[in-house]
């Protein structure tokens, strides 16, 4: 074909004409061809582009791509480029924290920078579209990929969420440094039962759209290129053959122009779902859901054709699958562009990537316990022994999906604290034991004996990067293998012990605090890990995280979510613990436990600092607000410490009274700020009333008339506390 008989080349037509012109000179088979997506660039593949039977690569190298796409433009019929994908999760080579942690940020100008960053690396790379944003609410930290995760509250992940899909596609996804993003896993991933990756979601319509849908929501609004279905089937229909949350909610409802990818074979799991009794049936199932493009398995190729023939497929299902997978490739302006420019490898881990990859890791790290023992003063120290498997693992320190870091690239703590602290400093380091995982304890002696020599400890404990991610739930979330242990033993030496924990998940650390002075949660904090740990212990930066998801404190708490319902007999602080009472006149019939706490061990929202805030005079500008009204209201905020520092200022509200029971909190807006010894400031919010509505089970949106309760404090149980009345 020349020139003249492609218009769709033409860059001056309105890009749906391009589509349109395109869509119609192509055969069923091109159509179909589109909706497929390969990972393993096999040599048959390569007749199977020339044919247009493939749409889509993910996972391949760039020198391999760069010969299909070449295939694709210039020997298939009607030269449609690939579109690449690949898991750019949180970070190409220069790995930011793992998403859990930058979301403990509360920051989302760092997100939307390490999302930059990386699509800045990626498309170096020859990657035009990443599997991310994840979005999925998770409230069990024994599913493996909350590290995936933004934690458990919608306003936040749908804020950072939007941040992680400006950064990937920046102002236009077409310029050669900007990616696609990918909103996942839609929808109830995250809910899995049990905590068991795969599992069922049982969402009831009112949950679904008030707490699991907003950040989906957000991010399709935000422009998103691409949304991916989930593995999960929610309430009985797998989410990959699901046409009510796909057609109609996505589709529909929300008009969202985008594209529609499967996760991995997920439609033919639907047979093991035991929701389409073959091939055939899943793809039936999908492509009527929306499914525009089949990630891996092979159920359109096979299927797609004689289904539509034999009646049980419309064709405009299969134009508008087709049709989206253009849209998409137009957009990223792969038909005016489809080779990578010139490699530019120097741009891996330069300068300003790294320093971008330390900020994100200082702001992410979580003080939960300081005796005093930090920030310590690097003057008074003569030696110290830093211990633990995760002191010096650069590949560890990186976290799970981090598919293109090199372990040596990782600036580990031991290394930077080598370099932080003083040379007159003696420092002595060990592993103690071998791995997070191991129970091997003969390094432990050598340990203790470093500890005994030092005037502190830098225990560095928690989770190795394999513990966490796709497919590594844990039914136990204390410290693995021995490490409680090794903590206990060098606890014993009578010196003080600074614990920096890294992990994939919130852990059970009540075994944990009474052995440390101090406590850092450090997550999976990135390349730059080290640095960003060496200025937060030594005080050249003051902590600043908030937890984005409740720490238990004991697996038999969980789900231990903030924003639950209060139920008709709440939960007493009065019989939290051991029961009370006798046989006949028991104490409580509460929403308790009667042998733990039901509080959490940490409120999602907290963190310490080394500075103290003080909050005083809430104030509302009017008690009361109408539907189209705004809640105005502000709080005095005081550094009464000696540092400056960063708090994140969080604005809760409860529906006292509704037509559905509201959650006993729900955070809908947060400030960072950064104020000097001594410093006071106005915090101000402008509440929309219009964010008090609510969803029922009929998926009818409520905005009622009543009674409500705000607060705004540092965390999710702050007691500054107002009033307002929603009128008629
Ligand atoms: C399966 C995972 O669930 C998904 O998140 C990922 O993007 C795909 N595999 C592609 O690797």
Redesign the pocket.
Known sequence: MTALQRPWLNKQLPLEERVETLLSAMTLEEKIGQMWQVHDPKDQHDQNVREGRIGSF??VPRDQLARLQRIAVEESRLGVPIVAGR?VIHGYRTLFPIPLGQAASFNPETVRLGAKIAAREASAAGIHWT?APMVDISRDPRWGRIAESLGEDPVLASRLGVAMVEGFQGDDPAAPDSIAACV??YVGYGAAEGGRDYNTALIPESELRNVYLPPFRACAEAGALSF?SA?NDLNGVPTSGNPHTIRNILKTEWNYPGMVVS??CSITEMINHGYACDEAEAAQRSIAAGVDLE?VSESYRNHAAGLLRAGKLRQEWIDDAARRVLRMKFVLGLFDNPYPAPATPEIFLCEPHLQAARRAATESCVLLKNNGALPLSPSGLKRVAIIGPLANAGADQVGCWAMDARGEDSQTPLAALRQSLPSTVVLDYSPGVPSSRSVDTTGFAEAIAQARAADVVLLFLGEEALLSG?AHSRAFLTLPGSQQQLLEAIAATGKTVVLVIMAGRPLVLTPVLPHASAVLYAWHPGTMGGPALADLLLGKESPSGKLPVSFPVMEGQIPAYYNKRNTGRPPSDESRGLPQGTPLDPVGFSANYIDGDHLPLFPFGFGLSYTRFEYQNLTLKSSDVRAGGVIEASIELRNAGSMPATETVQLYVRDLFASLTRPVRELKDFQRVTLAPGETRVVAFKLPAEQLAFYDNEAKRHLEAGDFKLWIGGDSRCTNEAAFRLLA
């Open positions: 993910l996972n898991d599997f996942k896993h991916m593995f996760d991995w990630m796709e």
